[in-house]
């Protein structure tokens, strides 16, 4: 009786650690919004950077608004027949001297092909180890724009 009831106990960990649930939208926001130290233009420079190192292709920007926007290249999974990209955008707003909010969303984009066209899923990244290489890529580049004589 007491192995049934371990047995069960385990089984019941494993089915509640595969589900996925939701995030909310403050939980996302803590995930994808930042306060960094610096000047707004510092930190649209190094977000343009940033963004052009970890791959993405700048589609637009707007120095006024301090939106980004760009995106990965469609790859292809000959596998399963979809292409895949990731959409990025940044907005940057100067919060007082020396301090700016930066959030940063992605999205995945998934296409498939179907007997009805072609078929869009895309969805939120919540990936909060990579907005933190993110964020961190973006505070150094930040803090050597501010140290070096521009």
């Known amino acids: 009786m007491n192995i049934r009831k371990v047995f069960f106990g385990i ?3 494993l089915i509640c650690a595969g589900c996925v649930t939701a995030l909310s939208p403050l939980q996302r926001r803590t995930i994808e919004a930042r306060d960094l130290e610096g000047t707004f233009d510092d930190a649209f420079k ?8 970890f791959g993405y292709i700048v589609k637009s920007s707007d120095y ?13 999974n000959i596998f399963f027949g979809t292409m895949t990209n990731v959409e990025i955008t940044a907005t940057i707003e100067q919060f007082g001297a020396g301090r700016v909010k930066e959030r940063i969303s992605l999205v995945k984009k998934v296409k498939s092909p ?16 990579l907005f933190q290489r993110m964020y961190e890529a973006i505070q150094k580049e930040m803090f050597i724009r501010q140290n070096l004589a521009r």
């Open 46 to 53: 190094a977000t343009l950077q940033v963004f052009q190192d």
């Open 11 to 13: 089984c019941l960990t």
């Open 114 to 129: 179907s007997e009805q066209g072609i078929l869009e899923d895309s969805r939120i990244v919540d990936d909060p180890e």
């Open 64 to 76: 006024q608004s301090g939106v980004i926007q760009g995106e990965t290249g469609y790859k292809k």
